[in-house]
């Protein structure tokens, strides 16, 4: 007897699981173009970093700017609750692993000051970069007239799902198209994994998305909630809606993978997947100018009810400038992440990002072998 | 020269194999609604505990029922064999691991004393809750009228694997049909894994069908036997025997997903494949109410032949309070199960069970990463 | 551009890929056959013994024969080129792991002594029992006809990979429809693993085919040559021979699947793929009756220019009666194999292995939790 | 809602995932050819040593090349940039593995000498055996003449990835058909590994192809960049260009799989895909003739921007004799190769390597088990 099938699986896959082939025609790396335009802006390296308070300080805020990428501060965070970060932050690391999550739990429980919202902003502004702030659907409405009035450039709105239909009994949900037509800066929202919700999302008006629901292996999202598209899949999927919205409209809204990379190789996997940036957390968090100390929180670990994740310790493996740019003794991908970025796309033959999304990916598990046999890393 | 295919071989999926997709339409988790409805009794949340002596007593099925679930009782095991049960359990608990199999063959070895039956049942009455228990197919010609009669709410007959049709020469195979029509009480029958079985199962008058044969990867009904359907699979296939048989006679027969589920998002994946409500064994044994004192053991461990299974450790995470409505400390997704399932409806749009049965899923191995990278839980 | 397919890479599966689906019937297992024909001879259970000098000693075949099952000797070994085999043995596994090849080498290097193959047959015959007896295709020209004038009962002819068209220069190679003719007693010839091979040697009259190639999955056959099938697509394709053959002419020759099974669930699973019967190493050599006193090599450990594999410590798990039919306290599936089997066949339903190999197969990996989460080992 | 398909992802394998199935005639090994022939060049065995320093020396170069095989030497590393190459690699596999990647550097940051080109090219051809040696594009123009001059036979030009259409604006790319033209010896091209590019590589006249881009499972391209094809694919879409060139032209071109194979499973496996050679660097690195005395390391170890690998410690696990035709005592296919290919053609019934090109591949993951169960390693 034939059993009906209830639903269609689809096979998804993550960075792990994938691998870029190289292209017919070379092309030198110095040729390569990586740069990123969200809205009227433009930048050089296509490399974000993530809204979290051990990650993006207002400082660090400026020197990634400076150095052509893009932080987003978290108006909801310690930055904004507290005026001295610096020694809250401090308290955080030095707390025992026990203590952290209640520390937390407290720190985070102190009200947001709305005159931080402006200080922040404007030590940001004062660094002479673009200045992006991160947001949640419930605050939105009530901060970011603030945020835009301190002369934020970029409004990020985020949450774990995020879509233009929420249904809401006891508040009015937030409105993302009234935001986009209100606010006088580009908007992006996220996260979203799904053809259908970013195609929603870009009618919506806004001027970016970011790609990422429960994206990695051990992300307790998936084992809390059941959650989660891997982001390689993701990313094909919610580039396919860009595609098509572009076509539809002529506007051409930028897709963000955002979570999940720990490599350069993940970081070209998921513009060959057709991202047109990455934002990453870890990998800022381990620079010497993260104000994290070397730890790193995600902001579920302190959720009273259901918390996702803790405090972890990510070490420090450099300057941001050798993240970025090298040169690196690290041989494990971590580092000179622009260099990698631009030899990968040399191997393909791709001028531009768009060339680069326009790439072959083969599926490609990553066995670990347990011998320690020597592997050719490429020539010269 | 083509190879002649003796059997098409299809892929069946468990829980580690799979994810959820989010939705286009997201919902706030306070509107959700859990509740399990089987025959005329309603559960105002879907979790139900194993027929195992360390996870149900009397006891245990008060506070359980208090709390909008339902445990089902074990009328074949130390309760009513033992007046003493809990000093019996005391003792299984204190054995060496040598010791604990012949002891807990010699304790089960005990004849069950029918007066026990009546006592055991009239106490979980007395608690003012719905009264489950479980009977094999062996005893319950004999023993489901003594039952009924105490007052028992709800007949569950199960076995390794229970199909309506039982060749048996040395004894008269049971008749579900018959004991559906004599029984004035609602009958759930297992366990199951397929269409076919499910759909004869549900023609016999059944009121609920438990899914699940060797469901956990380390499961040694597969070790021993070779036997058994990943969850997703048996789920999604015993849904569409449930949607078939609906839609001939109008009758909606609950399918309950049992065993191989260990946190948060297996149960939400487990509904998401088509389950209206899931069993846990290990979860409640987990429980400072749970009678096992932080053991736990199957009906197959003290089998003399052929045993499967052993007592095992399971520790106490915190009480049954916490496990199904938190607060909680714990992140990996073993507490707050109705807070995990309400997110997880929120995040697919999901109002009802009904809904989430419709969610998106997505083939998405959880390849363990050596790195202890940092990974994002989900913001807010 | 597409690429043009140079070959068809076809999905090949081993034991722990899949799993047996239960069926819509159920039987009692007491009601169950598993017998296995061969030619004329039958016997009660369907389990081989391994022409391994560790495993299989002229009393150990008494000992097996008497149980219902079949233990075949090997004719080029230690039995037939040592007098005194006992004290061989004892030395092998007394020599230290650094000793044990060069010592098996010179071993293995003594003449085979004509007047010991009809010993060792007299004495198998001499316990009442059926005398199965193994030679190299190289040697069985020469042998086969005074192992059958010993009273010999039945004829296996083995090598790594045997098929009816060996091309050789140095020798004529063996033709197997003549050692069909010629011998008066039953042949049955291996190992393969494919539809074709399988077809051919069944068109030469053997009546028995051994199925494995390299089966296991750190068998050094597949490190050493990369030869070797899973053995569930290998026992499928070879059945699938079988039937076909049956469906030419009317005869019906049993397959063996020989090798890579582990515990009772693979067992079960060799059947499910259309074995009649299944040959064990490992499995026997822990029987307390084995003469390799807790160790066993294969024949190709001594190669002297291409060895694989080597002297291993294999233990002793409990007398031959336990491990075919317990009673036991194994948990892991490795002792009561006939229980195991006819609770499986009890739970699809098969009253016979011919039943039993039409049961429903699925994909479903064995994936590894590391979570020491209690499982249900099935009820009662 | 059907989410349109971004791009196609095909599944590519590698070597840990297939295995060869023995063919439905077998022969004897002794009568099977295992020669390769390049251009005019016909070499016995089809065993080449990759160009690392640490691996062909020009000592090393005779002693393969009078056993039959074929060894490259580097033009661009110690031995054409120090007179006492000798003891530039002693001092390195003395280094603490801090030092060592320093050190590469400056050793390798020398000047290479033209008169060192003359002197090692003169050396090899003086031991009586073909001399292939080895450039980078970028070299290969000013270097060239001078190696052909000197008496070198075989000219190979590699970089990570090879392709006959390199885009470049500072230097005027390497136009791989003129090099054709004007040198006077066969010119073997790599690396690449898709069917397009070998075809363009093919189309310029070059007399050999290198297959593989970051072939390793735990190969640092993939990890830096992303980058690779796993080799069982590459190596059958390379031969399928292969094929279709030959049918185009009537012009043979043999391909070489170049990386990733640690036993000799794993070069018949890349025969089976349709190599006509394999070229080897650990397996060589092992050998007691190899210059790097137990120590390997890749000629990107010690890229200044973005080191991708370092000095690796490989042992020594015999003499190169022994690797090639045995007899070992090793079982785990590290040595014998020749005979192990031969061994393999013998089950499969393949006389020469292009009837092993043709044999069937099952996929037929290696799944590690974690019981030391005994495994039948064939018989005989």
Same mark, same amino acid.
Not at 131 to 152: D, H, M, Q, R, Y
Not at 171 to 195: F, R
Not at 281 to 291: C, I, L
């Given at each position: 007897?034939?059993?009906?099938? $209830?639903?269609?699986?689809?096979?998804?896959?993550?960075?792990?699981?994938?691998?870029?082939?190289?292209?017919?025609?070379?092309?030198?790396?110095?040729? *390569?173009? %990586?740069?990123?335009?969200?809205?009227?802006?433009?930048?050089?390296?296509?490399?974000?970093?993530?809204?979290?308070?051990? %990650?993006?300080?207002?400082?660090?805020?400026?020197?990634?700017?400076? @150095?052509? /990428?893009?932080?987003?501060?978290?108006?909801?965070?310690?930055? !904004?609750?507290?005026?001295?970060?610096?020694?809250?932050?401090?308290?955080?690391?030095?707390?025992?692993?026990?203590?952290?999550?209640?520390?937390?739990?407290? +720190?985070?429980?102190?009200?947001?000051?709305?005159?931080? +919202? #402006?200080?922040?902003?404007?030590?940001? &502004?004062?660094?002479?970069?673009?200045?992006?702030?991160?947001?949640?659907?419930?605050?939105?409405?009530?901060?970011?007239? +603030?945020?835009?009035?301190?002369?934020?450039?970029?409004?990020?709105?985020?949450?774990?799902? !995020?879509?233009?239909? =929420? +249904?809401?009994?006891?508040?009015?949900?937030?409105?993302?198209?009234?935001?986009?037509?209100? %606010?006088?800066?580009?908007?992006?929202?996220?996260?979203?994994?799904?053809?259908?919700?970013?195609?929603? $999302?870009?009618?919506?008006?806004? =001027?970016?998305?970011?790609?990422?629901?429960?994206?990695?292996?051990?992300?307790? !999202?998936?084992?809390?909630?059941?959650?989660?598209?891997?982001?390689? !899949?993701?990313? $094909?999927?919610?580039?396919?809606?860009?595609?098509?919205?572009?076509?539809?409209?002529?506007?051409?809204?930028?897709?963000?993978?955002? #979570?999940?990379?720990? *490599?350069?190789?993940?970081?070209? &996997?998921?513009?060959?997947?057709?991202?047109?940036?990455? @934002?990453?957390?870890?990998?800022?968090?381990?620079?010497?100018?993260?104000?994290?100390?070397?730890?790193?929180?995600?902001?579920?670990?302190?959720?009273?009810?259901?918390?996702?994740?803790?405090?972890?310790?990510? /070490?420090?493996?450099?300057?941001? &400038?050798?993240?970025?740019?090298?040169? *690196?003794?690290?041989?494990?991908?971590?580092?000179?992440?622009?260099?990698?970025?631009?030899?990968?796309?040399?191997?393909?033959?791709?001028?531009?990002?768009?060339?680069?999304?326009?790439?072959?990916?083969?599926?490609?598990?990553?066995?670990?072998?347990?011998? &320690?046999?020597?592997?050719?890393?490429?020539?010269?």
């Amino acid at each position: 007897m034939e059993v009906p099938e $209830l639903k269609k699986l689809r096979r998804a896959y993550g960075f792990d699981e994938v691998a870029i082939v190289p292209g017919s025609v070379t092309v030198n790396p110095d040729q *390569t173009n %990586v740069s990123l335009q969200i809205d009227e802006f433009e930048f050089p390296i296509p490399f974000m970093a993530s809204s979290l308070d051990a %990650v993006v300080s207002p400082e660090f805020a400026i020197s990634l700017g400076r @150095m052509g /990428g893009l932080a987003v501060l978290n108006l909801e965070g310690i930055y !904004t609750r507290h005026e001295d970060a610096e020694s809250i932050i401090k308290e955080v690391t030095e707390a025992s692993q026990e203590e952290a999550t209640p520390l937390l739990q407290r +720190i985070y429980s102190a009200p947001i000051r709305e005159n931080l +919202i #402006g200080d922040r902003i404007e030590s940001i &502004k004062n660094g002479g970069v673009c200045c992006a702030i991160s947001l949640t659907p419930a605050n939105t409405k009530k901060l970011a007239p +603030i945020a835009v009035e301190a002369g934020a450039d970029i409004l990020f709105i985020q949450s774990t799902v !995020t879509t233009a239909r =929420h +249904i809401s009994k006891s508040e009015k949900g937030l409105n993302i198209a009234d935001i986009c037509s209100n %606010v006088k800066i580009p908007v992006v929202v996220g996260n979203t994994v799904t053809y259908q919700a970013t195609l929603e $999302l870009m009618e919506t008006g806004v =001027h970016g998305v970011l790609v990422g629901v429960g994206p990695g292996a051990i992300c307790t !999202t998936r084992e809390v909630e059941g959650i989660g598209v891997p982001q390689v !899949t993701a990313t $094909l999927d919610c580039a396919a809606a860009r595609q098509e919205y572009y076509k539809r409209t002529g506007r051409y809204v930028p897709i963000i993978t955002d #979570g999940g990379m720990r *490599t350069g190789g993940d970081i070209c &996997k998921a513009i060959a997947s057709g991202a047109d940036g990455v @934002m990453l957390g870890t990998t800022f968090a381990q620079a010497e100018e993260a104000p994290g100390l070397g730890y790193n929180w995600g902001m579920a670990s302190f959720h009273p009810a259901l918390p996702r994740g803790t405090r972890i310790h990510v /070490g420090s493996k450099g300057s941001l &400038k050798q993240i970025l740019f090298g040169p *690196t003794s690290m041989t494990d991908g971590t580092q000179n992440l622009e260099g990698a970025l631009k030899a990968a796309m040399g191997m393909c033959g791709a001028m531009d990002i768009a060339e680069m999304q326009k790439t072959d990916l083969v599926i490609a598990p990553a066995i670990k072998t347990e011998g &320690k046999y020597f592997q050719l890393a490429g020539r010269w």
